[in-house]
């Protein structure tokens, strides 16, 4: 019995050379409630699908016929359109998979040998595969937004701002921070904090934060700065926690003390 799931909205594109196996594809796909924009054959005719019509998902054979295969596809439809693509593939050696991985593919489905999917397979596996790409890829593009609004609000304000990972390795220093520490962010990213954000009298201050402490205040201390000048500053420093009270990354926010 086929089980109809909800519509999804999902709109698939199917690059297969081998017509039978296509069609076996799109009738599983519709049968789930997916949207099937195009059936094609050749990775430029895939490229130029894309760029005409609306795509969330390009289900990928990685051996097409043609001046470009399917991971030379997968890889121009990732870099220029942003869309994700599961491979199909009736081979799974060593080379090709590792060829495959520069594409950063969404997922891999491989096809029966005799190159014909069999209903099932469509029904259980390769939506499964489809929603978990779209969930991640739903979930990956909110984070990239939410990102870039971050950074803008952060490169607005008027306060200094170094964010580090877990290790307090910077990872985000603002305008400001760069202006009053000396470092360019680009050159600081991937620097253990207390290289960059150097206090007189303290070794690391990144050392200096527990798991007990939700901020720890700087006041009056003295700035040095990367050629070697001092200034003297007002901050915090807080570190972000996860759910288990674990330290994940350290902001550091500080601004000059006024003359």
Known sequence: MVVKRKMTNAKILVVEDEKITAEHIKLGLESANYEVVGLVTSGESAIKMVEEQSVDLVLMDIHLKGEMDGIDTAEEIRERF????????????????????????????????????KKPFVESELHTAIEITLYRHRTEKRLRENQRWLAA???????????????????????????????????????????????????????????????????????????????????????????????????????????
Not at 194 to 222: A, C, R, T, Y
Not at 228 to 243: A, F, L, R, Y
């Open 153 to 259: 609000v952060l490169n607005s304000i008027n306060d200094a701002v170094i964010a580090t990972d877990s290790l307090r390795q910077v990872k985000f220093m603002n305008p400001v921070a760069e202006e009053l520490t000396g470092w360019i962010e680009e050159d600081a990213i991937g620097m253990d904090l207390g290289e960059v954000f150097k206090i007189l009298g303290v070794k690391n201050v990144s050392k200096d934060v527990s798991l007990e402490q939700d901020v720890l205040p700087l006041d009056h201390v003295m700035l040095i700065l990367q050629d070697g000048t001092q200034t003297q500053i007002n901050g915090n420093v807080t570190p972000i926690k996860d759910e288990m009270g674990n330290i994940e990354g350290l902001v550091v926010i500080f601004r000059p003390l006024e003359s």
């Open 82 to 117: 942003g869309i994700p693509v599961i491979f199909l593939t009736a081979y799974s050696d060593e080379n090709t998979v590792q060829r495959a991985k520069i594409t950063e593919p969404s997922g891999y489905i491989l096809k029966e040998s005799f190159g014909i999917i």
